[in-house]
């Protein structure tokens, strides 16, 4: 997360996390994910959760 923040300037980052693996949602929740949608029946065994965290500090595109 920090390299992806502070050394690449992402904007964000998300992960697709199967609504039934709560302990891997509980993990991204604690380390400041939102969680942003559910994906209903998106895989064929359960509904996926779509969540992102912001950059705090992003500096917007550059060009090279």
Known sequence: ESYAFNCLNMRMLYAFVSSQNVSSLHL?????????????????????????????????????
């Open 28 to 64: 991204f929740e604690s380390c400041g994910y939102s969680n942003i949608a559910t994906l209903q029946s998106w895989l064929m065994t359960s509904d996926v959760c779509y969540l992102n965290k912001i950059n705090p500090n992003f500096l917007g595109a550059t060009l090279k």
